[in-house]
């Protein structure tokens, strides 16, 4: 199948805009999506969607490479379903090339799950997307934990990662970058058996 019947990939790293935020867990998504952009050597720019946008290739050059389009939605997290919503009729990318990198408490600090479709669990950026998309999109769920003690969830993910995470932060982040990377390259098994650990 050519890469004219395929189309794009679009991978939405999910977070909240502005430097205030920037650090915090309910961030991890804006964190993959920088270094994929880093990665393909482009600068995001502001589209009409209420998105930050990259649009490059990834893979080895070549007919194996495969074009992708980062995002960042600059609207709130729980509002997350429109700019994505907006993004995929632009760039018209069907809700199986979706891929949404969020954080997920479920999981322990910096574990990666990559799975197709299920429910939001909870996160509002998912309930967001779902909502105007359906449930039938990838999603690379980055560990973030459970908060201590009695502390509220919504408290949790809008702290900055701990000290001794941030040690180890740029490492899974990075490993999360390869997952989306191994996701599109190498298909939903591959990247599960290579990731899901």
């Not at 018209?92 to 954080?103: L, N, S, T, Y």
């Not at 429910?119 to 459970?146: A, E, M, P, Q």
């Not at 809008?158 to 190498?186: G, H, N, P, Q, W």
Request: with cysteine; aromatic share 8%.
């Amino acid at each position: 199948m050519s890469e004219s019947t395929t189309g794009p990939w679009l991978v939405a790293g999910l977070g909240n805009p502005g430097p205030g935020y920037a650090g915090n867990r309910h961030n991890v998504g804006f964190m993959v999506a920088d270094l994929l952009a880093g990665r393909m050597g482009a600068a995001f720019k502001a589209h009409r969607t209420r998105a930050q946008v990259v649009e490059g290739r990834i893979g080895p050059p070549g007919p194996g490479s495969r074009r992708v389009v980062v995002a960042k939605p600059m609207t709130y997290m729980n509002l997350s379903g429109g700019p994505v919503t907006g993004l995929a009729d632009f760039y018209k990318v069907p809700v199986e090339r979706i891929i949404a990198v969020h954080d997920e408490l479920d999981i322990d600090f910096g574990a990666l799950r990559v799975k197709l479709g299920g429910g939001d669990n909870g996160h509002n950026g998912l309930k967001s997307i779902t909502k105007s998309l359906g449930s039938g999109y990838h999603r690379v769920r980055f560990g973030v934990g459970r908060p201590p003690g009695r502390m509220p969830v919504a408290d949790f993910v809008l702290k900055d990662f701990a000290s001794t995470e941030r040690k180890e932060l740029d490492y899974f982040v990075d490993r999360a970058a390869d997952a989306v990377e191994c996701l599109v390259l190498d298909g939903l098994d591959r990247a599960q058996n290579t990731y899901n650990t």
